[in-house]
């Protein structure tokens, strides 16, 4: 039943428009989740292997190439289940599938994938042994998504699968494995998993059907599987992985952070002292899945893959959009950093408060607390005032439960955000400072203003009338002239003010529990 509507909705879809167009119509909104005959597995190969054209004359030659190309890796790559511990649940004798006799001719037919290395770029020799590399992938599959644990928990077949390809992956590209790359990898292989078609459950079937048979066939899973992540982790590897890119990406994101929000790059810079690369490292080469989970993770993921396609056709590159989707949700919990101190903020970057039901529930962290890490440096001065720390949003997200630690957990709308994200993608720098920085006070609920003395201010953009409010209306928070001259009058007063921050941020937390105490 499922393979038939599987068709049925494939067979819909390409008879209706032609595949190339099909990323466009995610964008647009017009094709998605909520579609009666919505196929993300089509979407996502459609972009990754090149697909054109209608149902009857769809181009499937990128697709059955890089099919080819995984045969002879495999081939050439034989994974050694044989040299595990025969106690292991995943050691065999070795099997050779393929036929001695042509192994010449198929290291002629050298993989497509492999010629594209460049020719000079030499790969770096794996510090880990063949063994040691395959047992430790054994451990990450083993506990892939235990949230979903039919997938890989539960199935052994599966972790079996996504084990070659990573391994393959691995002695492809010579690299040292980082932790984290098999939760992309089964990722896609989830995605692709759902939808996937025995063959020989349809035969003498018309021309149209047979090519999305063969479009979706399991016997090719592995295949697909590999190829789309090989493409994809081709950009993240490059920007993420590599210490030296991940610095510079995280620079970029401040002078980005900078340009939308003052205020918010400040607070976390010089009041919390908070380094981007200490909590993006996560964000960006896990691509959200650990902040947001996988039910958002997989929506998420089907507007950067129809991006990408949109912006660059012949590449897979799903970071074009993710330092502004970071942005936007730093921005959904600003009010909430506004008030942590250092080991509090860590905690909410850290274990991001979302509301998703394939999430697990958030466990407590060992965090370094630095209550001296807060004094602003000479080059910026801000201070906030907050009259209601139950701020307005964009309609992006709602505060729908709290988690065993009285934390507000958030909904997002995940078509909302990347809406928003590919605009200020489009957006040059000046853009970003005026009609950027506007989309991100809607998403904080607060306004970010600066007066002539470079001090900056963050407050709600519909005012409340409350008591706390008035009060906090009423003190001086946290400010620190810029000037060079009155040295001890200025420590004097910074060190006031600094109790003064210190009482509000008290006075804030204390309402906050106040009010979950009235709701019980």
């Known amino acids: 039943m499922k393979e038939s509507n599987t068709i049925k909705r494939i067979r819909h879809v390409l008879l209706k428009c032609r595949a190339e167009q099909l990323p466009q119509l995610v964008l647009l909104g017009s094709y998605s989740r909520q579609s009666a005959h919505y196929s993300r597995s089509l979407l996502w190969k459609i972009v990754a292997f090149q697909i054109t054209g209608h149902l009857e004359e769809l181009s499937l030659r990128m697709l059955r190439e890089c099919r080819k190309d995984y045969e002879i890796l495999r081939s050439e790559f034989m994974v050694p289940w044989n040299e595990l511990a025969k106690d292991h649940e995943f050691y065999c004798d070795l099997n050779v599938e393929h036929d001695l006799s042509d192994s010449f001719g198929k290291k002629l037919k050298m993989s497509r994938m492999r010629i594209q290395r460049h020719p000079l770029d030499t790969p770096k020799a794996p510090k880990m042994t063949d063994i040691q590399t395959l047992e430790s992938l054994s451990a990450d599959v083993d506990r892939l998504f235990p949230q979903i644990p039919e997938y890989f928990v539960e199935n052994k077949e599966n972790r079996r699968q996504l084990i070659e390809v990573l391994y393959i992956w691995w002695k492809l590209n010579g690299r040292q494995y980082s932790q984290g790359l098999h939760e992309i990898a089964g990722m896609i292989f989830i995605t692709l998993k759902r939808e996937s078609i025995c063959k020989t459950s349809f035969q003498n079937v018309d021309p149209g059907t047979s090519l999305v048979v063969e479009l979706m066939d399991s016997k090719y899973l592995r295949h697909d599987v590999f190829s789309m992540f090989h493409m994809m982790t081709e950009s993240l590897v490059d920007l993420y992985y590599d210490e030296t890119s991940l610095l510079q990406e995280s620079i970029k994101f401040d002078l980005k952070l900078r340009l939308l929000d003052k205020y918010q790059y400040h607070l976390l810079k010089n009041k919390l002292r908070i380094e981007s690369s200490i909590w993006l490292i996560r964000y960006f080469r896990l691509l959200l899945i650990r902040e947001i989970g996988l039910e958002y993770s997989f929506d998420l993921w089907d507007t950067l893959v129809a991006f990408s396609y949109t912006q660059h056709p012949e590449k897979l590159d799903l970071s074009l959009l993710l330092p502004y989707i970071i942005i936007l949700l730093l921005s959904l919990i600003k009010s909430q950093l506004i008030i942590s101190d250092y080991g509090e903020a860590m905690y909410l970057l850290l274990h991001y408060p979302i509301e998703d039901r394939h999430k697990n529930h958030l466990q407590p962290s060992a965090i370094l607390i630095n209550e001296d890490a807060g004094s602003p440096t000479e080059e910026s001065t801000f201070t906030y005032i907050q009259e209601n720390h139950q701020s307005k949003n964009s309609g992006s997200f709602d505060c729908v439960s709290t988690n065993k630690n009285g934390q ?99 006075e804030l937390r204390l309402r906050n529990k106040v009010s979950q105490a009235l709701r019980k």
């Open 408 to 506: 507000e957990l958030l909904q997002l709308d995940i078509p909302q955000i990347t809406k928003d994200a590919i605009a200020l993608y489009h957006m040059s720098d000046q853009e970003l400072s005026t009609m950027g920085t506007q989309i991100i006070e809607l998403y904080s609920g607060l306004s970010n203003e600066e007066n002539k003395d470079g001090v900056l201010s963050a407050s709600p953009i519909k005012n409340q009338s409350s008591p706390l409010g008035d009060m906090l209306k009423r003190s001086a928070s946290w400010t620190r002239k810029s000037s060079s001259s009155g040295k001890n009058k200025n420590n004097s007063l910074h060190c006031n003010q600094r109790k003064d921050f210190d009482r509000t941020r008290l």
